[in-house]
């Protein structure tokens, strides 16, 4: 692990140094902002069970959809097409310490995204009613759930680009992989039709990879500890798998 | 053991490498001395980047033993590459950095202690003449400091062993020289291996050149060794007023391996452009001069001998070992065409047709 923060370093540098990094967070917050509005607007014309916040945390699969594979599509098919993995591998780093600066400076850039968003709720309860009660922390722990989702997205959008060497193919299996966990996840129970009737494993199944679910769950409160087993064992899978790649198509082994 | 260790810093044998069908490396064997600069030439597609990519431990060979500094490569990745500083082919950099920047990052990563980090990079940069563009962004350099910003980051860390594909590709003849001076520079410290399609470039800064063509070595040695093997005949340049056939009879009385190769008059003028060449190495000069010195009818003007360049002893490597593979090629394609050729009857019904569509 000796290079591994001189590579995150060398990441976030490359990352505070592009253009693209700016745009794409202005990009980002542009579009939570309206989504924000929106949804106040939403509350000006009738009212609503449950705080605006967490129906904002709801729709965080929205700016999931294009953020995660936008954010580690390049990381390493692009070195792989303009051929600076070569010279990377070269060096005395491993497999291990390359996947993991590439993970973790995503992570941060994608932690530091949400943050921001952070304000949407200070404004939110400055300009709130006076005498309106409004509770902090299905808050905290909607943005626990993000970034303990965020983990696994981005390591499935690593292993995407771990696979190939072309940036637009890492995109797409980045997003369908996402996609597919969320989408798929959630409605596990409908998509399988051809089992009739619904045995009781898969209705089991179904709770633990409903990620709307989980997302009510955290942002209501309740951190529930199988949710955070799934994601972080789902990452590591993901990240060891990319390290597997790497090792196999560019460590010499 | 160890005495072999010390002397050779790269081991090669019998080392393969296959993609598919291809194969792309077959069976070379070389070892390089500490200190020695090797250049690699071949044709494109002859296996020289694979063979680099083999001894960095960038991609593994399909069998044999590769060894630097007496690490086997494929054993311990680890330690070869604290002994390597390598320049790939096309020298990719990362295009949003500035030059100072990138070398500082790879200093690090190839664990130069920080005390003497900063010495190195300005050494790196003098030795390279980079020191006016060390604050320029890579990606807005032009071609020939890019290439000197590569081989800046290969000789970053002074290791043992310096590989680099094609360096001075894309330079102009001032930069050249200047390249070609700082691997002189290296040789005694480092093993260098390089490969290059500048054949003059090649033969006045290595030590020992190996030829590969279709993944075998076709030929090894100092530039002088080659020619031997290869081109086996001198040829003499003289400039005379006489007749060919004078000359000709001249020739045969010293001996009967020489002959002229070309005969022309300049224009305007009595003399003639002789080329004459001579089978073996022995050097006949002093022997034509006095014949014809003695031959009233012939003038001379000028005589000098002229060794052949490396680009006829590269060609005629070349040559040589295409011949054998085209040959088994066209053995290993009538193998397989004898048992699906049983009906040769629709070979020229197809012609038959192709023909009356033609005439139509």
């Known amino acids: 692990m000796r290079h591994f923060f001189t590579l995150l370093r060398h990441e976030l540098w490359k990352l505070f140094i592009s253009p693209s990094t700016y745009i794409a967070a202005f990009l980002f917050l542009l579009i939570m902002g309206f989504m924000f509005q929106w949804i106040l607007d939403l509350y000006t014309s009738n009212p609503q069970d449950e705080s605006p916040s967490l129906t904002f945390f709801k729709s965080f699969f929205i700016p999931v959809f294009f953020m995660v594979p936008l954010l580690t599509m390049r990381s390493i098919a692009d070195e792989r097409n303009s051929g600076t993995i070569e010279n990377l591998m070269t060096t005395p780093v491993t497999v291990t310490e390359v996947i993991l600066a590439k993970f973790s400076a995503a992570y941060l850039y994608y932690i530091t995204l949400w943050f921001f968003t952070a304000c949407f709720h200070i404004l939110f309860f400055a300009y709130a009613q006076e005498g309106s009660t409004i509770d902090p922390y299905p808050i905290f722990g909607g943005y626990i759930y993000i970034a303990i989702s965020g983990m696994l997205f981005l390591s499935l959008g690593i292993f995407a680009s771990s696979l190939t060497s072309s940036q637009l193919i890492a995109g797409i299996v980045s997003f369908t992989l996402v996609f597919g966990f969320i989408v798929g996840g959630s409605s596990l129970e409908e998509l399988i039709i051809v089992m009739e009737p619904r045995p009781q494993w898969l209705e089991d199944l179904s709770r633990h990879t409903n990620s709307l679910e989980h997302m009510n769950d955290f942002s209501s409160g309740v951190i529930d500890t199988r949710a955070i087993v799934l994601y972080i064992s789902c990452a590591l899978t993901a990240l060891f798998l990319s390290i597997l790649i790497l090792e196999y198509r560019e460590g010499g082994a | ?360």
């Open chain 2, 1 to 360: 053991m160890e005495e072999e260790n010390e002397e050779y810093t790269i081991e090669v044998e019998k080392l393969h490498k296959r993609y598919g069908k291809l194969e792309a490396v077959n069976g070379i064997s070389f070892n390089v001395r500490k200190g020695e600069i090797v250049g690699f030439l071949g044709p494109n597609g002859a296996g020289k980047s694979t063979t680099m990519r083999i001894l960095t431990g960038y991609s593994p060979a399909t069998s044999g033993i590769a060894k630097i500094c007496g690490h086997p490569v494929a054993a311990n990745l680890h330690a070869i590459k604290r002994c390597i500083g390598y320049m790939p082919e096309n020298n990719p950099l990362p295009n949003e950095l500035r030059v100072r920047e990138y070398l500082k990052w790879r200093a690090k990563l190839k664990e130069i202690p920080r005390s003497i980090r900063n010495e190195k990079i300005q050494l790196a940069l003098e030795r390279c003449d980079l020191m006016r563009t060390s604050d320029r962004i890579i990606g807005k350099l032009s071609k020939g400091f890019r290439q000197r910003v590569g081989i800046a980051d290969a000789i970053l860390a002074e290791p043992e062993v310096i590989i680099m594909d094609e360096p001075t590709i894309g330079l102009d003849p001032h930069q050249v020289i200047m390249i070609r001076d700082l691997i002189s520079n290296l040789r005694g410290t480092m093993s260098v291996i390089l490969s290059s399609h500048i054949l003059p470039e090649i033969e006045m800064s290595c030590d020992r050149v190996l030829i590969i063509n279709g993944g075998k070595i076709v030929g090894q040695g100092t530039p002088q060794e080659l020619r031997e093997v290869f081109i086996n005949a001198t040829t003499y340049e003289l400039e005379i007023n006489g007749e060919q056939q004078v000359l000709n009879n001249a020739l045969k009385k010293i001996s009967p391996d020489l002959e002229i190769t070309k005969f022309s008059k300049f224009d305007n003028c009595t003399f003639s452009d002789v080329e004459i060449r001579g089978q073996g190495q022995h050097d006949y000069r002093e022997e034509i001069f006095n014949a014809l010195a003695q031959d009233d009818a012939i003038r001379v003007r000028s005589l000098r001998r002229r060794q052949a360049p490396l680009e006829d002893v590269f060609l005629a490597a070349t040559r040589r070992s295409w011949d054998t593979v085209d040959n088994q090629i066209a053995i290993a394609e009538t193998e397989e065409k004898t048992p699906q050729d049983s009906s040769p009857a629709n070979k020229p019904q197809e012609d038959s047709v192709e023909d009356a569509v033609s005439k139509k």
